[in-house]
């Protein structure tokens, strides 16, 4: 939480800088006053301050409700939600727009704490930690992925709480 209340700020004092220096080298020759001042600083500091909150209002989000389905002895919980496309150039990246993705993990059972450790991954992908919790229409996804390679947690970004909607 720190580290991006901290890179907020910096960019906050980037982007308020640039736009300072950019408003700044136009009108230097044209008006010469003090009040000319004041309106770069006020209008650098409230264009960064929006640049930066429209850049921090993430258009993400988890839907609501989460599918379980059992197939043969498992269950397969479905989540699904918005995730920002990946940008090539610069008009894609203002754009932010979003896609629908699934997120699909078996489960062995659709009642009461599943762990980590039991849910299945394929050969080569990491092992999953943390904890599934479900209680009767309600759903806990509290997971993460064994990071080995780097020793740390990755968590998901489905990790949330859903409404169970049985199939």
Same mark, same amino acid.
């Given at each position: 939480?720190?580290?991006?209340?901290?890179?907020? *700020?910096?960019?906050?004092?980037?982007?308020?800088? !640039?736009?300072?220096?950019?408003?700044? !080298?136009?009108?230097?020759?044209?008006?010469?006053? @003090?009040? *000319?001042?004041?309106?770069?600083?006020?209008? %650098?500091?409230?264009?960064?301050?929006?640049?930066?909150?429209?850049?921090?209002?993430?258009?993400?989000?988890?839907?609501?409700?989460?599918?379980?389905?059992?197939?043969?002895? !498992?269950?397969?919980?479905?989540?699904?939600?918005?995730?920002?496309?990946?940008?090539? @150039?610069?008009? %894609?990246?203002?754009?932010?727009?979003?896609?629908? @993705?699934?997120?699909?993990?078996?489960?062995?059972?659709?009642?009461?704490?599943?762990?980590?450790?039991?849910?299945?991954?394929?050969?080569?992908?990491?092992?999953?930690?943390?904890?599934?919790?479900?209680?009767?229409?309600?759903?806990?996804?509290?997971?993460?992925?064994?990071?080995?390679?780097?020793?740390?947690?990755?968590? !998901? %970004?489905?990790?949330?709480?859903?409404?169970?909607?049985?199939?």
């Amino acid at each position: 939480m720190i580290d991006a209340i901290i890179f907020g *700020l910096f960019s906050f004092l980037i982007v308020s800088g !640039l736009i300072y220096l950019i408003l700044y !080298l136009p009108t230097q020759w044209i008006v010469k006053s @003090d009040k *000319l001042k004041v309106v770069r600083l006020t209008t %650098s500091i409230s264009i960064g301050l929006l640049i930066v909150i429209y850049f921090s209002i993430s258009p993400t989000n988890n839907n609501e409700t989460a599918t379980v389905e059992k197939f043969e002895n !498992l269950y397969v919980v479905t989540v699904t939600g918005k995730r920002l496309l990946m940008t090539h @150039d610069p008009i %894609s990246f203002l754009k932010r727009e979003t896609y629908l @993705d699934t997120f699909k993990v078996s489960i062995p059972r659709a009642e009461g704490v599943i762990n980590g450790q039991e849910i299945p991954t394929e050969k080569g992908n990491y092992k999953m930690l943390g904890t599934i919790v479900i209680d009767g229409e309600q759903m806990k996804i509290d997971l993460y992925y064994d990071n080995f390679d780097d020793s740390i947690k990755d968590p !998901l %970004s489905w990790n949330g709480e859903y409404k169970v909607k049985l199939k």
